[in-house]
């Protein structure tokens, strides 16, 4: 049965595969258990859980991004410290925080400019109060701001034309009971350290070769990670833009990268497999048929 298209999957997450979720599950084999071994932002995993091809999906990364999908899954989030201002975010340690306010979600830096954080925090507060009584209140620092904005002759449809921090909560609440019968497990420990259950389909998202998006400190071992494909008893099914060693091409397709916060660039996606294994993928593709 075909999936009824949503508007966004998973996490809003810096590198998310959101775009192309449903390509990369219906191009995964069906099994028992998927296993996505750099989670992210969870958009392959929340559309996996919705696919129908899987009754268990685990979502492993080093980040504890999973783990606040999985607490948006189970309805547990918390929204009462939002909005939350510069300095707020500053002093935040709560994972979910800093992933909404902050810029391209990497949990770093600031969602919103110095120029326009008091516009967008009393926007934001006009949607956030909990009575009528706190909502004028916020809508009268509103006025006042977007007044102080126009007296300086500010450009403010760029100033306010995008409240992120509002879009994200929305995709944060919309996750919320939207993922059936899937059974979904986090875990949090380096790729080399998972332990794969035996049988499952295991899918590899790391950081792209060339790309800035990364999690790992000095930056991602790729060399490693090809040894690590070149050593395991099992098919790993690898997202990127290029063929790691050892690997053949299994599908592509053409998107938009929007990675590295420059201008947008058509590439090929790829989905790779280990050379070693690709006749009994293919021959497993065949018999599904």
Not at 82 to 108: A, H, I, M
Request: contains cysteine.
């Amino acid at each position: 049965m075909k999936m009824k298209r949503r508007k966004a999957y998973g996490l809003p997450y810096m590198g998310s595969k959101n775009r192309i979720a449903e390509w990369v599950v219906g191009a995964l084999p069906a099994n028992d258990t998927l296993v996505d071994l750099f989670a992210g932002g969870c958009a392959v995993t929340h559309c996996a859980m919705l696919s129908g091809k899987f009754n268990r999906v685990i979502a492993n990364d080093i980040s504890d991004a999973p783990e606040v999908f999985a607490d948006a899954v189970n309805g547990n989030i918390d929204l009462s410290g939002f909005p939350l201002t510069r300095d707020e975010f500053k002093e935040s340690t709560d994972t979910l925080s800093r992933l909404v306010y902050s810029f391209g979600n990497d949990q770093r830096y600031y969602i919103y400019s110095s120029e326009r954080e008091d516009v967008c925090i009393a926007a934001e507060r006009m949607m956030y109060g909990a009575t009528v009584a706190d909502r004028y209140a916020a809508y009268k620092v509103f006025i006042r701001a977007l007044s102080s904005h126009l007296q300086c002759g500010d450009n403010l449809d760029r100033k306010v034309s995008r409240l992120q921090a509002i879009e994200a909560v929305a995709r944060l609440q919309d996750i919320h009971g939207a993922c059936p019968e899937a059974e979904l497990e986090t875990s949090r420990c380096d790729y080399r350290d998972f332990d794969a259950p035996a049988g499952s389909t295991v899918y590899a998202d790391p950081p792209y070769n060339g790309t800035r998006i990364s999690q790992y400190g000095g930056g991602f071992d790729y060399d490693a990670f090809e040894d690590w494909l070149a050593e395991v008893d099992f098919p790993v099914f690898v997202s990127e833009y290029t063929c790691p060693r050892g690997c053949v091409e299994i599908a592509s397709r053409g998107s938009l990268s929007l990675a590295d916060h420059s201008n947008s660039t058509r590439v090929v996606e790829g989905l790779f497999v280990q050379e070693r294994f690709y006749d009994s993928v293919m021959a497993g593709d065949r018999d599904a048929e």
